[in-house]
Structure formats: structure tokens, C-alpha cells
């Protein structure tokens, strides 16, 4: 017999979520973690026919202790870098089990969940790999809190300009040790492999964008790929705990996290990226996002004028905010025409 759940591609509000909950009670998350938050609407959106991959990181040593874990779902630990060979693994194994007979042919997901030190510098290899197994079903996604959190707030390079953590930290001879631009990791996998279906920004302030993201690729079959956002109180400081949320609209809300997705191979701005885009709103100045966090606290106002600049050259010059640093003035120089 042949089992087929097909995900409603859309929900508009919480109430037409699944109300089960997959990730639940239990886990050791700080106060305000939003990658606690992404991994529950996650898991919300897969439902029980999922299985989950989780790297090393704070959502590995957060939620799976010794005997405990939070997750309601068959879960795997696989090392930090390895999310890409476990989940290509895992899609592959269950595939050839359903076309030998010994599963039933059903449709099952398989989630990787990796950090930003995971995914973006450790892993960066083996998940740029995955993503060129377009013969199996599975979705990478990435929590970016911006650092190496589970190891006490080491730099990554996730890590935004001028942002304090241990490893670039703020003195009297060099004021601003992290004077490198973010990498644009969801532009670079979905440029880099203009084969797979669906890739994704999103972040767990906005719950109904997210999970339908999430049921999005999972629905479209082939590799995926999803970038969140995670404010993090121990690491971007300076907040309560329970402005997480506020932080992350914040992000959204001044430019700096465009929220998009590129669904075979058609780009579109999401939410509130997409009603600054139109003119509908403006964006905020993003001081109101830096003076919100202590790892900012050192830089001056030309430090924040420079990033207020960055952001608008992305918003104003970029053909497509947030994902290609390529300008709309194009023309050949007069020596390429000789």
C-alpha cells in the first residue's frame, strides 16, 4: 500500500497550524532562544513523518542529553560538519529500502538542522555537496545566531561587522576586530546550485512565513535549503529575554535581514521585506536594531553611519535585495568595446 501526506502549502494564521507539538517540553535552551523557537515551528510544520538531523551545536548539547531529549521525532546526532553526508545518507537509505520493498513507499522527511559554525564555515562543504544530490528529498536548515555560541560566542563568519564575542574582542589598539561583511550563505546555495527547488531566509518572529517556508520545501522535492535568523540573548546581549522577538522584527524591519524565497528559480520578497520593497512602509534606521544589543556597545556613530550605508546600497543599487550584489548600472566599459 501506498502512503501519500501532502502538507497544506499554506497556512494564514496560527490557528491553521498544526497544533501537535514535536518539539516540546524539556529542552535547556536559554531564556529567549529563538533557535528554540525555529526548531518548534519546524517541527510543527514537518509533522510525524520526519526525521531530524542535528549537528553539533547548541541544539544538539541544548536538547539531548543524556536519556532526555525535547524532540517528539526520530532524531540523529551527527558531528559538526557532517550534516551534509547524513542527510544525503539518510535520503538515499530510505530510498533504496522503499524500492526494495522493505519500507512502505511514503513519504518521509528529513530535516538537517546545523548552526552557522556547522553550516556556513565547519560543514560548508559537505552541504554545498548535498545540494548536488538532486536525486533525494531533504531540507538543510540553517539557525544563524551569529556566532559559535555552544562554545562560549567565538566569531564565525556569520558574525556581523563590528560585533564583540570572544574571539573579536573590542581594545585600545584595534577597536573593531570583526571588520569583515556578513557571508550571504543563502545567496551563495542558491546560486552556487541553480538546480535545487527552493531556497529560503526566514526567522521565527515571523511563525506563518517560516512554517510555510518550511512546508514549502519539504513539498517540493530535492535538496532545499533554509537560512534563519536567531537573536541570542547570551551572545548579542544588552536585552531581556523575552525581546528576542522584538529584536528579530528589528532585523527585518531596518534592512539588514531581507526575508525571501527563490521557488524554482522565481525570486520574491516575504512579509515585511516585501512591504518595504513596494514603498508600503519605510525601513527603520538600523541604530534602533544595533543600540538594542552590548555586542554593538563599542562602535561610534561613523561605525553605525557605515553600516546604515551598507544597507542602503543593498536596498537601493542591488537588483535584488539581499541575495545579488549586482548593480543595475551595467554598461561596458569604453576599453571593453575596443
Known amino acids: 500500500m501506498t502512503v501519500s501526506i501532502r502538507l497544506a502549502r499554506t497556512v494564514k494564521d496560527l490557528l491553521q497550524m498544526a497544533q501537535t507539538e514535536y518539539f516540546d517540553a524539556g529542552h535547556r535552551t536559554c531564556q529567549g532562544c529563538e533557535s528554540a523557537m525555529v526548531l518548534r515551528w519546524v517541527a510543527k510544520a514537518a509533522g510525524p513523518n520526519t526525521i531530524v538531523i542535528g549537528a553539533t551545536g547548541c541544539m544538539y548539547v541544548a536538547n539531548t542529553t543524556y536519556y532526555t531529549t525535547a524532540w517528539a521525532l526520530p532524531w540523529i546526532h551527527t558531528q559538526l560538519s557532517g550534516t551534509g553526508s547524513a542527510v544525503v545518507g539518510t535520503a538515499a537509505a530510505l530510498k533504496a529500502l522503499m524500492e526494495k520493498g522493505k519500507l512502505p513507499s511514503e513519504k518521509i522527511n528529513v530535516i538537517g538542522i546545523c548552526g552557522d559554525l556547522g553550516c556556513a564555515d565547519a560543514g560548508l562543504s559537505e552541504v554545498s555537496n548535498a545540494l548536488t544530490h538532486t536525486k533525494y528529498n531533504f531540507l538543510i536548515l540553517m ?4 556566532s559559535s555560541a555552544n562554545t562560549d560566542i567565538q566569531e564565525t563568519t556569520m558574525t556581523p561587522f563590528g560585533a564583540l564575542t570572544t574571539f573579536s574582542p573590542s581594545g585600545k589598539q584595534i577597536r573593531i ?4 561583511w556578513k557571508k550571504n550563505m543563502a545567496a551563495m546555495m542558491a546560486v552556487g546550485h541553480p538546480e535545487i527547488k527552493y531556497v529560503a531566509t526566514a526567522m521565527a518572529a515571523d511563525p506563518i512565513d517560516l ?7 519539504l513539498e517540493i522535492g530535492g535538496p532545499t535549503f533554509i537560512h534563519t535568523l536567531d537573536p541570542c540573548p547570551k551572545g548579542w546581549g544588552g536585552y531581556d529575554p523575552k525581546y528576542s522577538h522584538e529584536i528579530g522584527k528589528l532585523a527585518v524591519e531596518t534592512g539588514l535581514w531581507p526575508l525571501f524565497e527563490i521557488e524554482n528559480g522565481k525570486f520574491r520578497l516575504t512579509g515585511t521585506s516585501a512591504r518595504i520593497a513596494s514603498g508600503e512602509i519605510k525601513r527603520k534606521p538600523v541604530k534602533e536594531y544595533i543600540s538594542r544589543q552590548t555586542r554593538f556597545k563599542h562602535l561610534t556613530d561613523e ?6 550605508r551598507k544597507v542602503d546600497e543593498m536596498w537601493e543599487k542591488w537588483l535584488i535585495p539581499g541575495l545579488l550584489p549586482l548593480t ?6 569604453e576599453t571593453a568595446k575596443t
Open 328 to 333: 543595475k548600472e551595467l554598461p561596458y566599459p
Open 211 to 217: 512554517y510555510n517556508k518550511v512546508r514549502k520545501a
Open 143 to 146: 539557525y544563524d545566531n551569529e
Open 303 to 308: 561605525d553605525i553611519e557605515y553600516i546604515q
Open 177 to 180: 576586530m570583526k571588520y569583515r
